[in-house]
């Protein structure tokens, strides 16, 4: 076994391998850009070094400097982690020749299963279905709407060396090809650097299954059961599960069998993924299903498939890459209850899963319900240079709706203050009827996103509750928090307070007024949006953990206060209040007016119009890339292009002008 390795990779993945080399015995070298140097997977590691700027281009894809921190280091394998270098065979055969063991299949077994088109010339080759489409060296737009047309639309245009949904666009209408391709590529180029595309045949009620197999250099190789990852947003995965629901006996065989045979087809060594789509119509059937691609790496999603069989599978690709035979035989393995992974994120689920960003100013997770894969911690900032991935939660029940209950309340107990999160997103997915049922496809997400994103009317309580949590604390050592703000002392009526609220859209200007040591009693004071007045009594408060009586209904509460930013947290629910500055005029909304502006730190990959242009609402006018994900800003009305201050390529700030329309007259 190593000694030392080196992990060529950042965030939760590093961690996770670290974990695993530590238990081991092996000592772990990290690395780190410029925005990592103090993050989690850093501190975690034995030694780390420093490789270079923030962006990916200038650290974590420059092969030469990884090489080289191995070295110095004295490791003597390098684990790619997922991601950034972690199929790029170029890379493998640079550590080779300088000595380095890869911990992962060969440089000819990630050439040859790179490109989807290759790929899957090769599995027909050795016998495993693959999916109607166009293979071909042909890019050209005439020839691949040809194409196009001859497999009968809707297709699936797909970039060749593409993976996680990045360079893949939907086509329903023969019409929309043209432009469809042209995102697809330039995503291809941005993310994979190549932009060839293949176009196949896009199949009604699909199911993502994919199967986790192992070989090692003796010629064996097992697979370790399915993954369903049909839940997916942006052909991105968002829950996983294992085993898939409704899989049979039979139908496992038949998959389980096919990817082995694809993966002894090149003599692959360590962990790969064989992906399949699944014509999920008539139920799982052994003759409906296709292969995809193959993953020549670890899977995001592993974890579901090491808490069914007890295994670690890090530990496998360490003594694989070691020169050791697989640990246990196909028969030797077994499955054991269920288990599903969801995955947080920073975004925000009602703005498209746009990606955000900022400073974590509380992350809490249920340790006792959950195993938690992070590699950020409270006080930590997600960056706009990297995946927004702040988690990943993974439960184990002995059957699917225990399993599925406990990751619902790991969900609700879960809490992230200081950025935008897809939590309760995933909540409400969880509970999804159809989900519930094990009825899935990869059509689920889109067609239930409106019910998915609703949001219950926020409570009056709940903002009386925010009204009192928002007061400044007192000055004096005996006044340390904000229910302690102003004294019981006033000259002719009871003590208040104005303050000034906005959630979900809606502003509210209410008192607080003082009743006795522990009572409040919160009004509208001008603006109050119908709000109803409430009494509160505190309880209890605990460094922001609160007790507090309504109406006689005792409930819990978490108050969280980030600048002008209070979180409350109640029954699972978190409900963000902005705190204005009363003197401060209202700013002018972009919303529907003259201007379009960055929604986020981003690059501007395209700009579609020109000063003159005359534009009609929801009309596409601007193509920027944000953490490795295409953004199309739209026209917010009709009108008259007035200036454009941004050009193709130019790095932009969150809310900066990019557009501007000419005044609406009136």
């Not at 497999?151 to 019409?175: Q, S």
Request: glycine share 10%; with cysteine.
């Amino acid at each position: 076994m190593f000694r030392k390795i080196l992990i060529a990779n950042r965030g939760e993945i590093a961690c996770r391998v670290i974990k695993t080399a530590r238990r081991l015995g092996i000592s772990s070298v990290a690395v780190f850009s410029d925005a990592d140097k103090g993050a989690l997977h850093v501190e975690m590691a034995d030694e780390a070094v420093h490789i270079g700027g923030s962006a990916a281009a200038d650290s974590y894809l420059n092969g030469d400097r990884i090489i080289k921190a191995a070295l110095s280091t004295g490791a003597e394998a390098v684990h790619p982690g997922y991601g950034f270098l972690s199929e790029n065979p170029d890379f493998v055969e640079a550590a080779e020749k300088a000595g380095l063991t890869f911990i992962g299949p060969s440089a000819s077994a990630i050439r040859a299963l790179g490109l989807k088109d290759a790929a899957k010339v090769l599995m027909e080759k050795a016998d495993v279905p693959v999916v109607p489409g166009y293979h071909g060296e042909a890019q050209e737009l005439v020839v691949l709407a040809s194409k196009a047309n001859e497999i009968g639309f809707p297709v699936l245009i797909k970039a060749r060396a593409g993976g996680g949904g990045k360079g893949m666009r939907l086509v329903e209408d023969p019409k929309d090809f043209g432009e469809a391709l042209s995102a697809a590529k330039r995503e291809g180029k941005a993310s994979f650097g190549d932009d060839r595309v293949l176009v196949e045949k896009f199949i009604a009620s699909p199911r993502h299954i994919e199967i986790q197999v192992f070989g090692d250099g003796f010629g064996n190789a097992v697979h370790l059961f399915e993954r369903d990852c049909s839940l997916q947003r942006r052909h991105q995965k968002v829950i996983e599960e294992a085993p898939a629901p409704g899989m049979t006996d039979t139908m496992r065989q038949a998959m389980g069998e096919a990817a082995v045979k694809a993966a002894k087809a090149i003599g692959y060594s360590g962990a790969g993924t064989v992906e399949f789509i699944v014509d999920g119509t008539e139920g799982l059937r052994p003759d409906r299903f296709y292969f995809m691609e193959m993953n020549t790496r670890l899977q995001v999603e592993h974890p579901v498939t090491e808490m069914i069989t007890g295994l670690d599978l890090v530990e496998w690709q360490l003594r694989v890459a070691a020169g050791e035979s697989l640990p246990l035989t196909q028969e030797e393995l077994t499955i054991d209850g269920w288990a599903f992974e969801a995955r947080i994120y920073a975004e925000d689920a009602q703005k498209g899963f746009l990606p955000a960003t900022g400073r974590l100013a509380h992350l809490q997770f249920p340790h006792d319900l959950a195993r938690i894969d992070s590699g950020v911690r409270e006080g930590d900032t997600i960056t706009p240079f990297y995946d927004p991935m702040i988690a990943k939660l993974i439960v184990h029940g002995p059957d699917r709706d225990t399993a599925l209950n406990r990751l619902e309340t790991a969900l609700t107990r879960t809490e992230a203050v200081g950025t935008t999160t897809n939590t309760a997103f995933l909540a409400a997915l969880s509970r999804q009827e159809d989900f519930a049922s094990g009825n899935v496809d990869t059509g689920l997400i889109e067609r239930n996103l409106d019910q998915l994103n609703s949001v219950a009317p926020v409570q009056a309580r709940v903002i009386a509750l925010a009204a009192l949590a928002s007061l400044e604390p007192g000055d004096s050592a005996t006044e340390p928090d904000p229910f302690d703000a102003f004294g019981l002392w006033s000259h002719w009526t009871r003590p208040k307070r104005v303050v000034h609220l906005e959630t979900g859209g809606d502003a509210y200007e209410l008192a607080v007024s003082r009743l006795s040591k522990d009572a409040w009693r919160i009004s509208a004071y001008h603006t109050g949006n119908g709000f109803e007045a409430q009494t509160l009594e505190l309880i209890s408060n605990e460094n922001g953990d609160l007790r507090v009586a309504c109406d006689g209904t005792i409930f819990s509460a978490r108050s969280i206060r980030d600048a002008d930013r209070l979180t409350l947290i109640i029954d699972g629910t978190a409900r963000q209040f902005q705190l204005p500055d009363a003197l401060v005029g209202e700013a002018e909304t972009d919303e529907g007016g003259d201007r379009l502006v960055a929604p986020m730190p981003g690059i501007v990959k395209m700009v579609k119009v020109a000063n003159g242009d005359r534009v009609e609402q929801n009309m596409p006018l601007i193509v920027m890339e944000a953490m490795k994900m295409e953004l199309t800003l739209s026209a917010p009305r009709d009108g008259v292009v007035a200036e454009i201050t941004v050009s193709d390529g130019e790095q932009v700030s969150d809310g900066a002008l990019l557009l501007a329309l000419e005044p609406e007259e009136g």
